[in-house]
């Protein structure tokens, strides 16, 4: 049985990353470069990027100022870059940040190349054509965990998304990481660092509809309204959980994709009428009866507890007050 629950522990870690411990452990250097080189991960995430990028609205006419939470090696931050919009990403995983900033500086690099094959072959129209089309990067990096709070000034971006990094924040690695003081704190400050309008989503993989609760609860608790989207509910491969934020109290969260069933994201919003809700009052036990005191004063004396002796009076129904 011992060997089974080995088993069963060891499945349990390889489904779930975040139960192997702190983020920053599992994504190191080796499981970094998958992410750069498994064509299977680029697509994936690209194709969930995408998905969060619909459900922000950004305007299209202009570019935005976005926050990646959890940017990892960057691919999120590439999406936003060819939508035309600025970003700044901050992860827990120095590895990762150093992949994401690879690319970034393979990128400067193709593109001075490109620039100055251009300047020494003017009578060339392709490759004008691609020195002009590729730009410089948009985005900035930052080492730092989410759980702590966002260090950034107030009402400093325009949107947040967070791709598969949310459900890290559910577990706890230490006795002093509290997962709902750590999604609480991290709420707050992402409500801080938003201009007001702005949108966040963040899609993450819930183990069990109780963390889907609590992170909604959480989010709702510093003031934001939406909901959880779900797409492709039916399906055990493609479900994906999308937590959509809003500052606008008639904001309603967009219908999930379906593969057959519809299921509507749960609503997160919360009624602010400035009244603090007093906690439940205990009910009271059941009228004790002459018998029951007798016996219970009986049982307290035959374990040498100092007990009053019997009168008249024992038992009996006080008058009600006045």
């Known amino acids: 049985h011992e060997y089974i629950s080995q088993i069963d522990r060891f499945r349990a870690t390889m489904s779930r990353p975040e139960l192997t411990g702190h983020a920053s452990a599992f994504y190191n250097r080796k499981e970094a470069r998958k992410y750069d080189s498994s064509s299977r991960m680029m697509s994936v995430q690209r194709e969930i990027t995408e998905r969060a990028i619909e459900l922000l609205r950004l305007d299209e006419k202009k570019p935005s100022l976005v926050l990646d939470v959890g940017c990892g090696s960057g691919l999120s931050g590439k999406v936003l870059e060819q939508k035309g919009h600025a970003w700044v990403g901050c992860d827990v995983s120095r590895d990762m940040l150093d992949v994401a900033n690879e690319r970034i500086e393979t990128k400067r690099e193709m593109v001075q190349a490109a620039k100055n094959e251009s300047d020494s072959m003017n009578d060339s129209d392709d490759e004008d054509e691609e020195a002009r089309t590729c730009t410089l990067s948009t985005g ?70 109780e963390q889907a609760v609590l992170v909604s609860e959480c989010a709702a608790k510093v003031g934001f309204a939406g909901g959880i989207v779900v797409d492709y509910p039916n399906s055990a491969k493609a479900k994906k959980h999308y937590l959509v934020l809003s500052f606008d109290r008639s904001y309603k969260a967009s219908e999930g994709l379906t593969d057959g069933s519809l299921m509507y994201g749960v609503r997160v919003d919360k009624e602010s009428d400035g009244k603090k809700k007093r906690p439940p009052r205990k009910k009271k036990g059941g009228i004790k009866t002459k018998e029951w005191i007798f016996h219970k004063k009986e049982s307290q004396r035959k374990k040498g507890k100092a007990v009053r002796p019997d009168s008249k009076y024992t038992a009996r129904r006080r008058p009600k007050k006045f």
């Open 140 to 209: 900035d990096l930052m080492h730092h965990d989410m759980g702590s709070g966002l260090p950034f000034r107030p009402a400093t971006f325009d949107a947040c998304i967070s791709i598969s990094a949310l459900q890290w924040l559910c577990y706890s690695n230490s006795k002093n990481q509290i997962p709902k003081r750590r999604l609480t704190r991290f709420f707050s400050s992402l409500y801080a660092v938003l201009k007001r309008g702005g949108r966040a989503v963040l899609q993450f993989y819930p183990e069990t509809p």
